[in-house]
T-cell receptor, first 115, second 116 residues
Framework: DTGVSQDPRHKITKRGQNVTFRCDPI?????LYWYRQTLGQGPEFLTY????????KSRLLSDRFSAERPKGSFSTLEIQRTEQGDSAMYLC?????????????FGPGTRLLVL | DQQVKQNSPSLSVQEGRISILNCDYT??????FLWYKKYPAEGPTFLIS?????DKNEDGRFTVFLNKSAKHLSLHIVPSQPGDSAVYFC???????????????FGKGTHLIIQP
């Protein structure tokens, strides 16, 4: 299977702890996106990478959130000092960038619950 | 302010009939539209897309129609099957995002229920 994969699929943590999620994109895709989805809402854009460069950040991405894509392959999303409001599904997507009107393909998501 | 709106939270259709899911948008810069299907506890799965230079795109049982003047698009599923029961998200993107996010803008989704 060469789809987008995410790890872990579920994470339960206590408020104030740090968490890190990993995303492995489709191998030939150079763009990688992070989204957050809460109950009853559609996915909301957080940030994206073109290769290893982080090119855009949403205003939703507070300074407690940091994302990296060190070698232009997999990416990590870290949330420091988690808050209950961080509880959500965190989705990763990848695409073959450089083309207009590209299609993003999503992974299964990491569901975070902050107690 | 929601730029992509799906005003029907849920839709119930009989198996074999046509399902029509609607989506409206407000940002005239959007030029590419996509439909995703999502099952519980899974990520969205890409279904079909349409460029703003077209008014219709068809792929098997799925057809998307775009009415740019009305800023409206719809997804038709014919015939509807039990496996089509899922949440459907409309999403849009702009080639030139004016310095904003390059991500997709999603609606809140419509829960489609196919009844036997």
């Amino acid at each position: 299977d060469t789809g987008v994969s995410q790890d872990p699929r579920h994470k339960i943590t206590k408020r104030g702890q740090n968490v890190t999620f990993r995303c492995d994109p489709i191998s030939e895709h150079n763009r990688l996106y992070w989204y957050r989805q809460t109950l009853g809402q559609g996915p909301e854009f957080l940030t994206y990478f073109q290769n290893e460069a982080q090119l855009e950040k949403s205003r939703l991405l507070s300074d407690r959130f940091s994302a990296e894509r060190p070698k232009g392959s997999f990416s990590t999303l870290e949330i420091q000092r988690t808050e209950q409001g961080d509880s959500a599904m965190y989705l990763c997507a990848s695409s073959q960038g450089g083309r207009i009107q590209e299609t993003q393909y999503f992974g299964p998501g990491t569901r975070l619950l902050v107690l | 302010d929601q730029q992509v709106k799906q005003n029907s939270p849920s839709l119930s259709v009989q198996e074999g009939r046509i399902s029509i899911l609607n989506c409206d948008y407000t940002n005239s810069m959007f030029d590419y539209f996509l439909w995703y299907k999502k099952y519980p506890a899974e990520g969205p799965t890409f279904l079909i897309s349409i460029s703003s230079i077209k008014d219709k795109n068809e792929d098997g049982r799925f057809t998307v129609f775009l009415n740019k003047s009305a800023k409206h698009l719809s997804l038709h599923i014919v015939p509807s099957q039990p496996g089509d029961s899922a949440v459907y998200f409309c999403a849009a993107s702009a080639e030139y995002s004016g310095g904003g996010a390059d991500g997709l803008t999603f609606g809140k989704g419509t829960h489609l229920i196919i009844q036997p």
